[in-house]
Nanobody, 126 residues
Framework: QLQLVESGGGLVQPGGSLRLSCAAS????????IGWFRQAPGKEREGVSC????????NYADSVKGRFTISRDSRENTVNLQMNSLKPEDTAVYYC???????????????????WGQGTQVTVSS
């Protein structure tokens, strides 16, 4: 059974950094696009970044370009999201999700993804 588990969330001061991980079990990520999404209270879920696990090509939302970096670890079957220069508006529950695709550039659109993790809370506050 396909399962995604996020980890690495927490409380950080503005300007700080966090590294989120998305670990997959029950399947190899080689045949998937993996995306990171976030949802703040009272707001819709929005795309943050994604990666084509096979090719390594990436995509980012404008709000995080230059601050966040997505990467893959084939040996560990995980996708990581390094978040630097965090702002209070980055506060949200962060989710990873899988879209079964091998080719093409991934999309930071939640509707494209079929399988979701449970989320990890990120709070940016002084």
């Amino acid at each position: 059974q396909l399962q995604l588990v996020e980890s690495g969330g927490g409380l950080v001061q503005p300007g700080g950094s966090l590294r989120l991980s998305c670990a997959a079990s029950g399947f190899t990520l080689d045949y998937y696009h993996i995306g990171w999404f976030r949802q703040a209270p009272g707001k819709e879920r929005e795309g943050v970044s994604c990666i084509n696990f096979s090719s390594g090509t990436t995509n980012y939302a404008d709000s995080v370009k230059g601050r966040f970096t997505i990467s893959r670890d084939s040996r560990e079957n995980t996708v990581n999201l390094q978040m630097n220069s965090l702002k209070p508006e980055d506060t949200a529950v962060y989710y990873c999700a899988a879209d079964r695709k091998v080719f093409g550039r991934c999309a930071v659109a939640p509707a494209r993804y079929e399988s979701w993790g449970q989320g990890t809370q990120v709070t940016v506050s002084s």
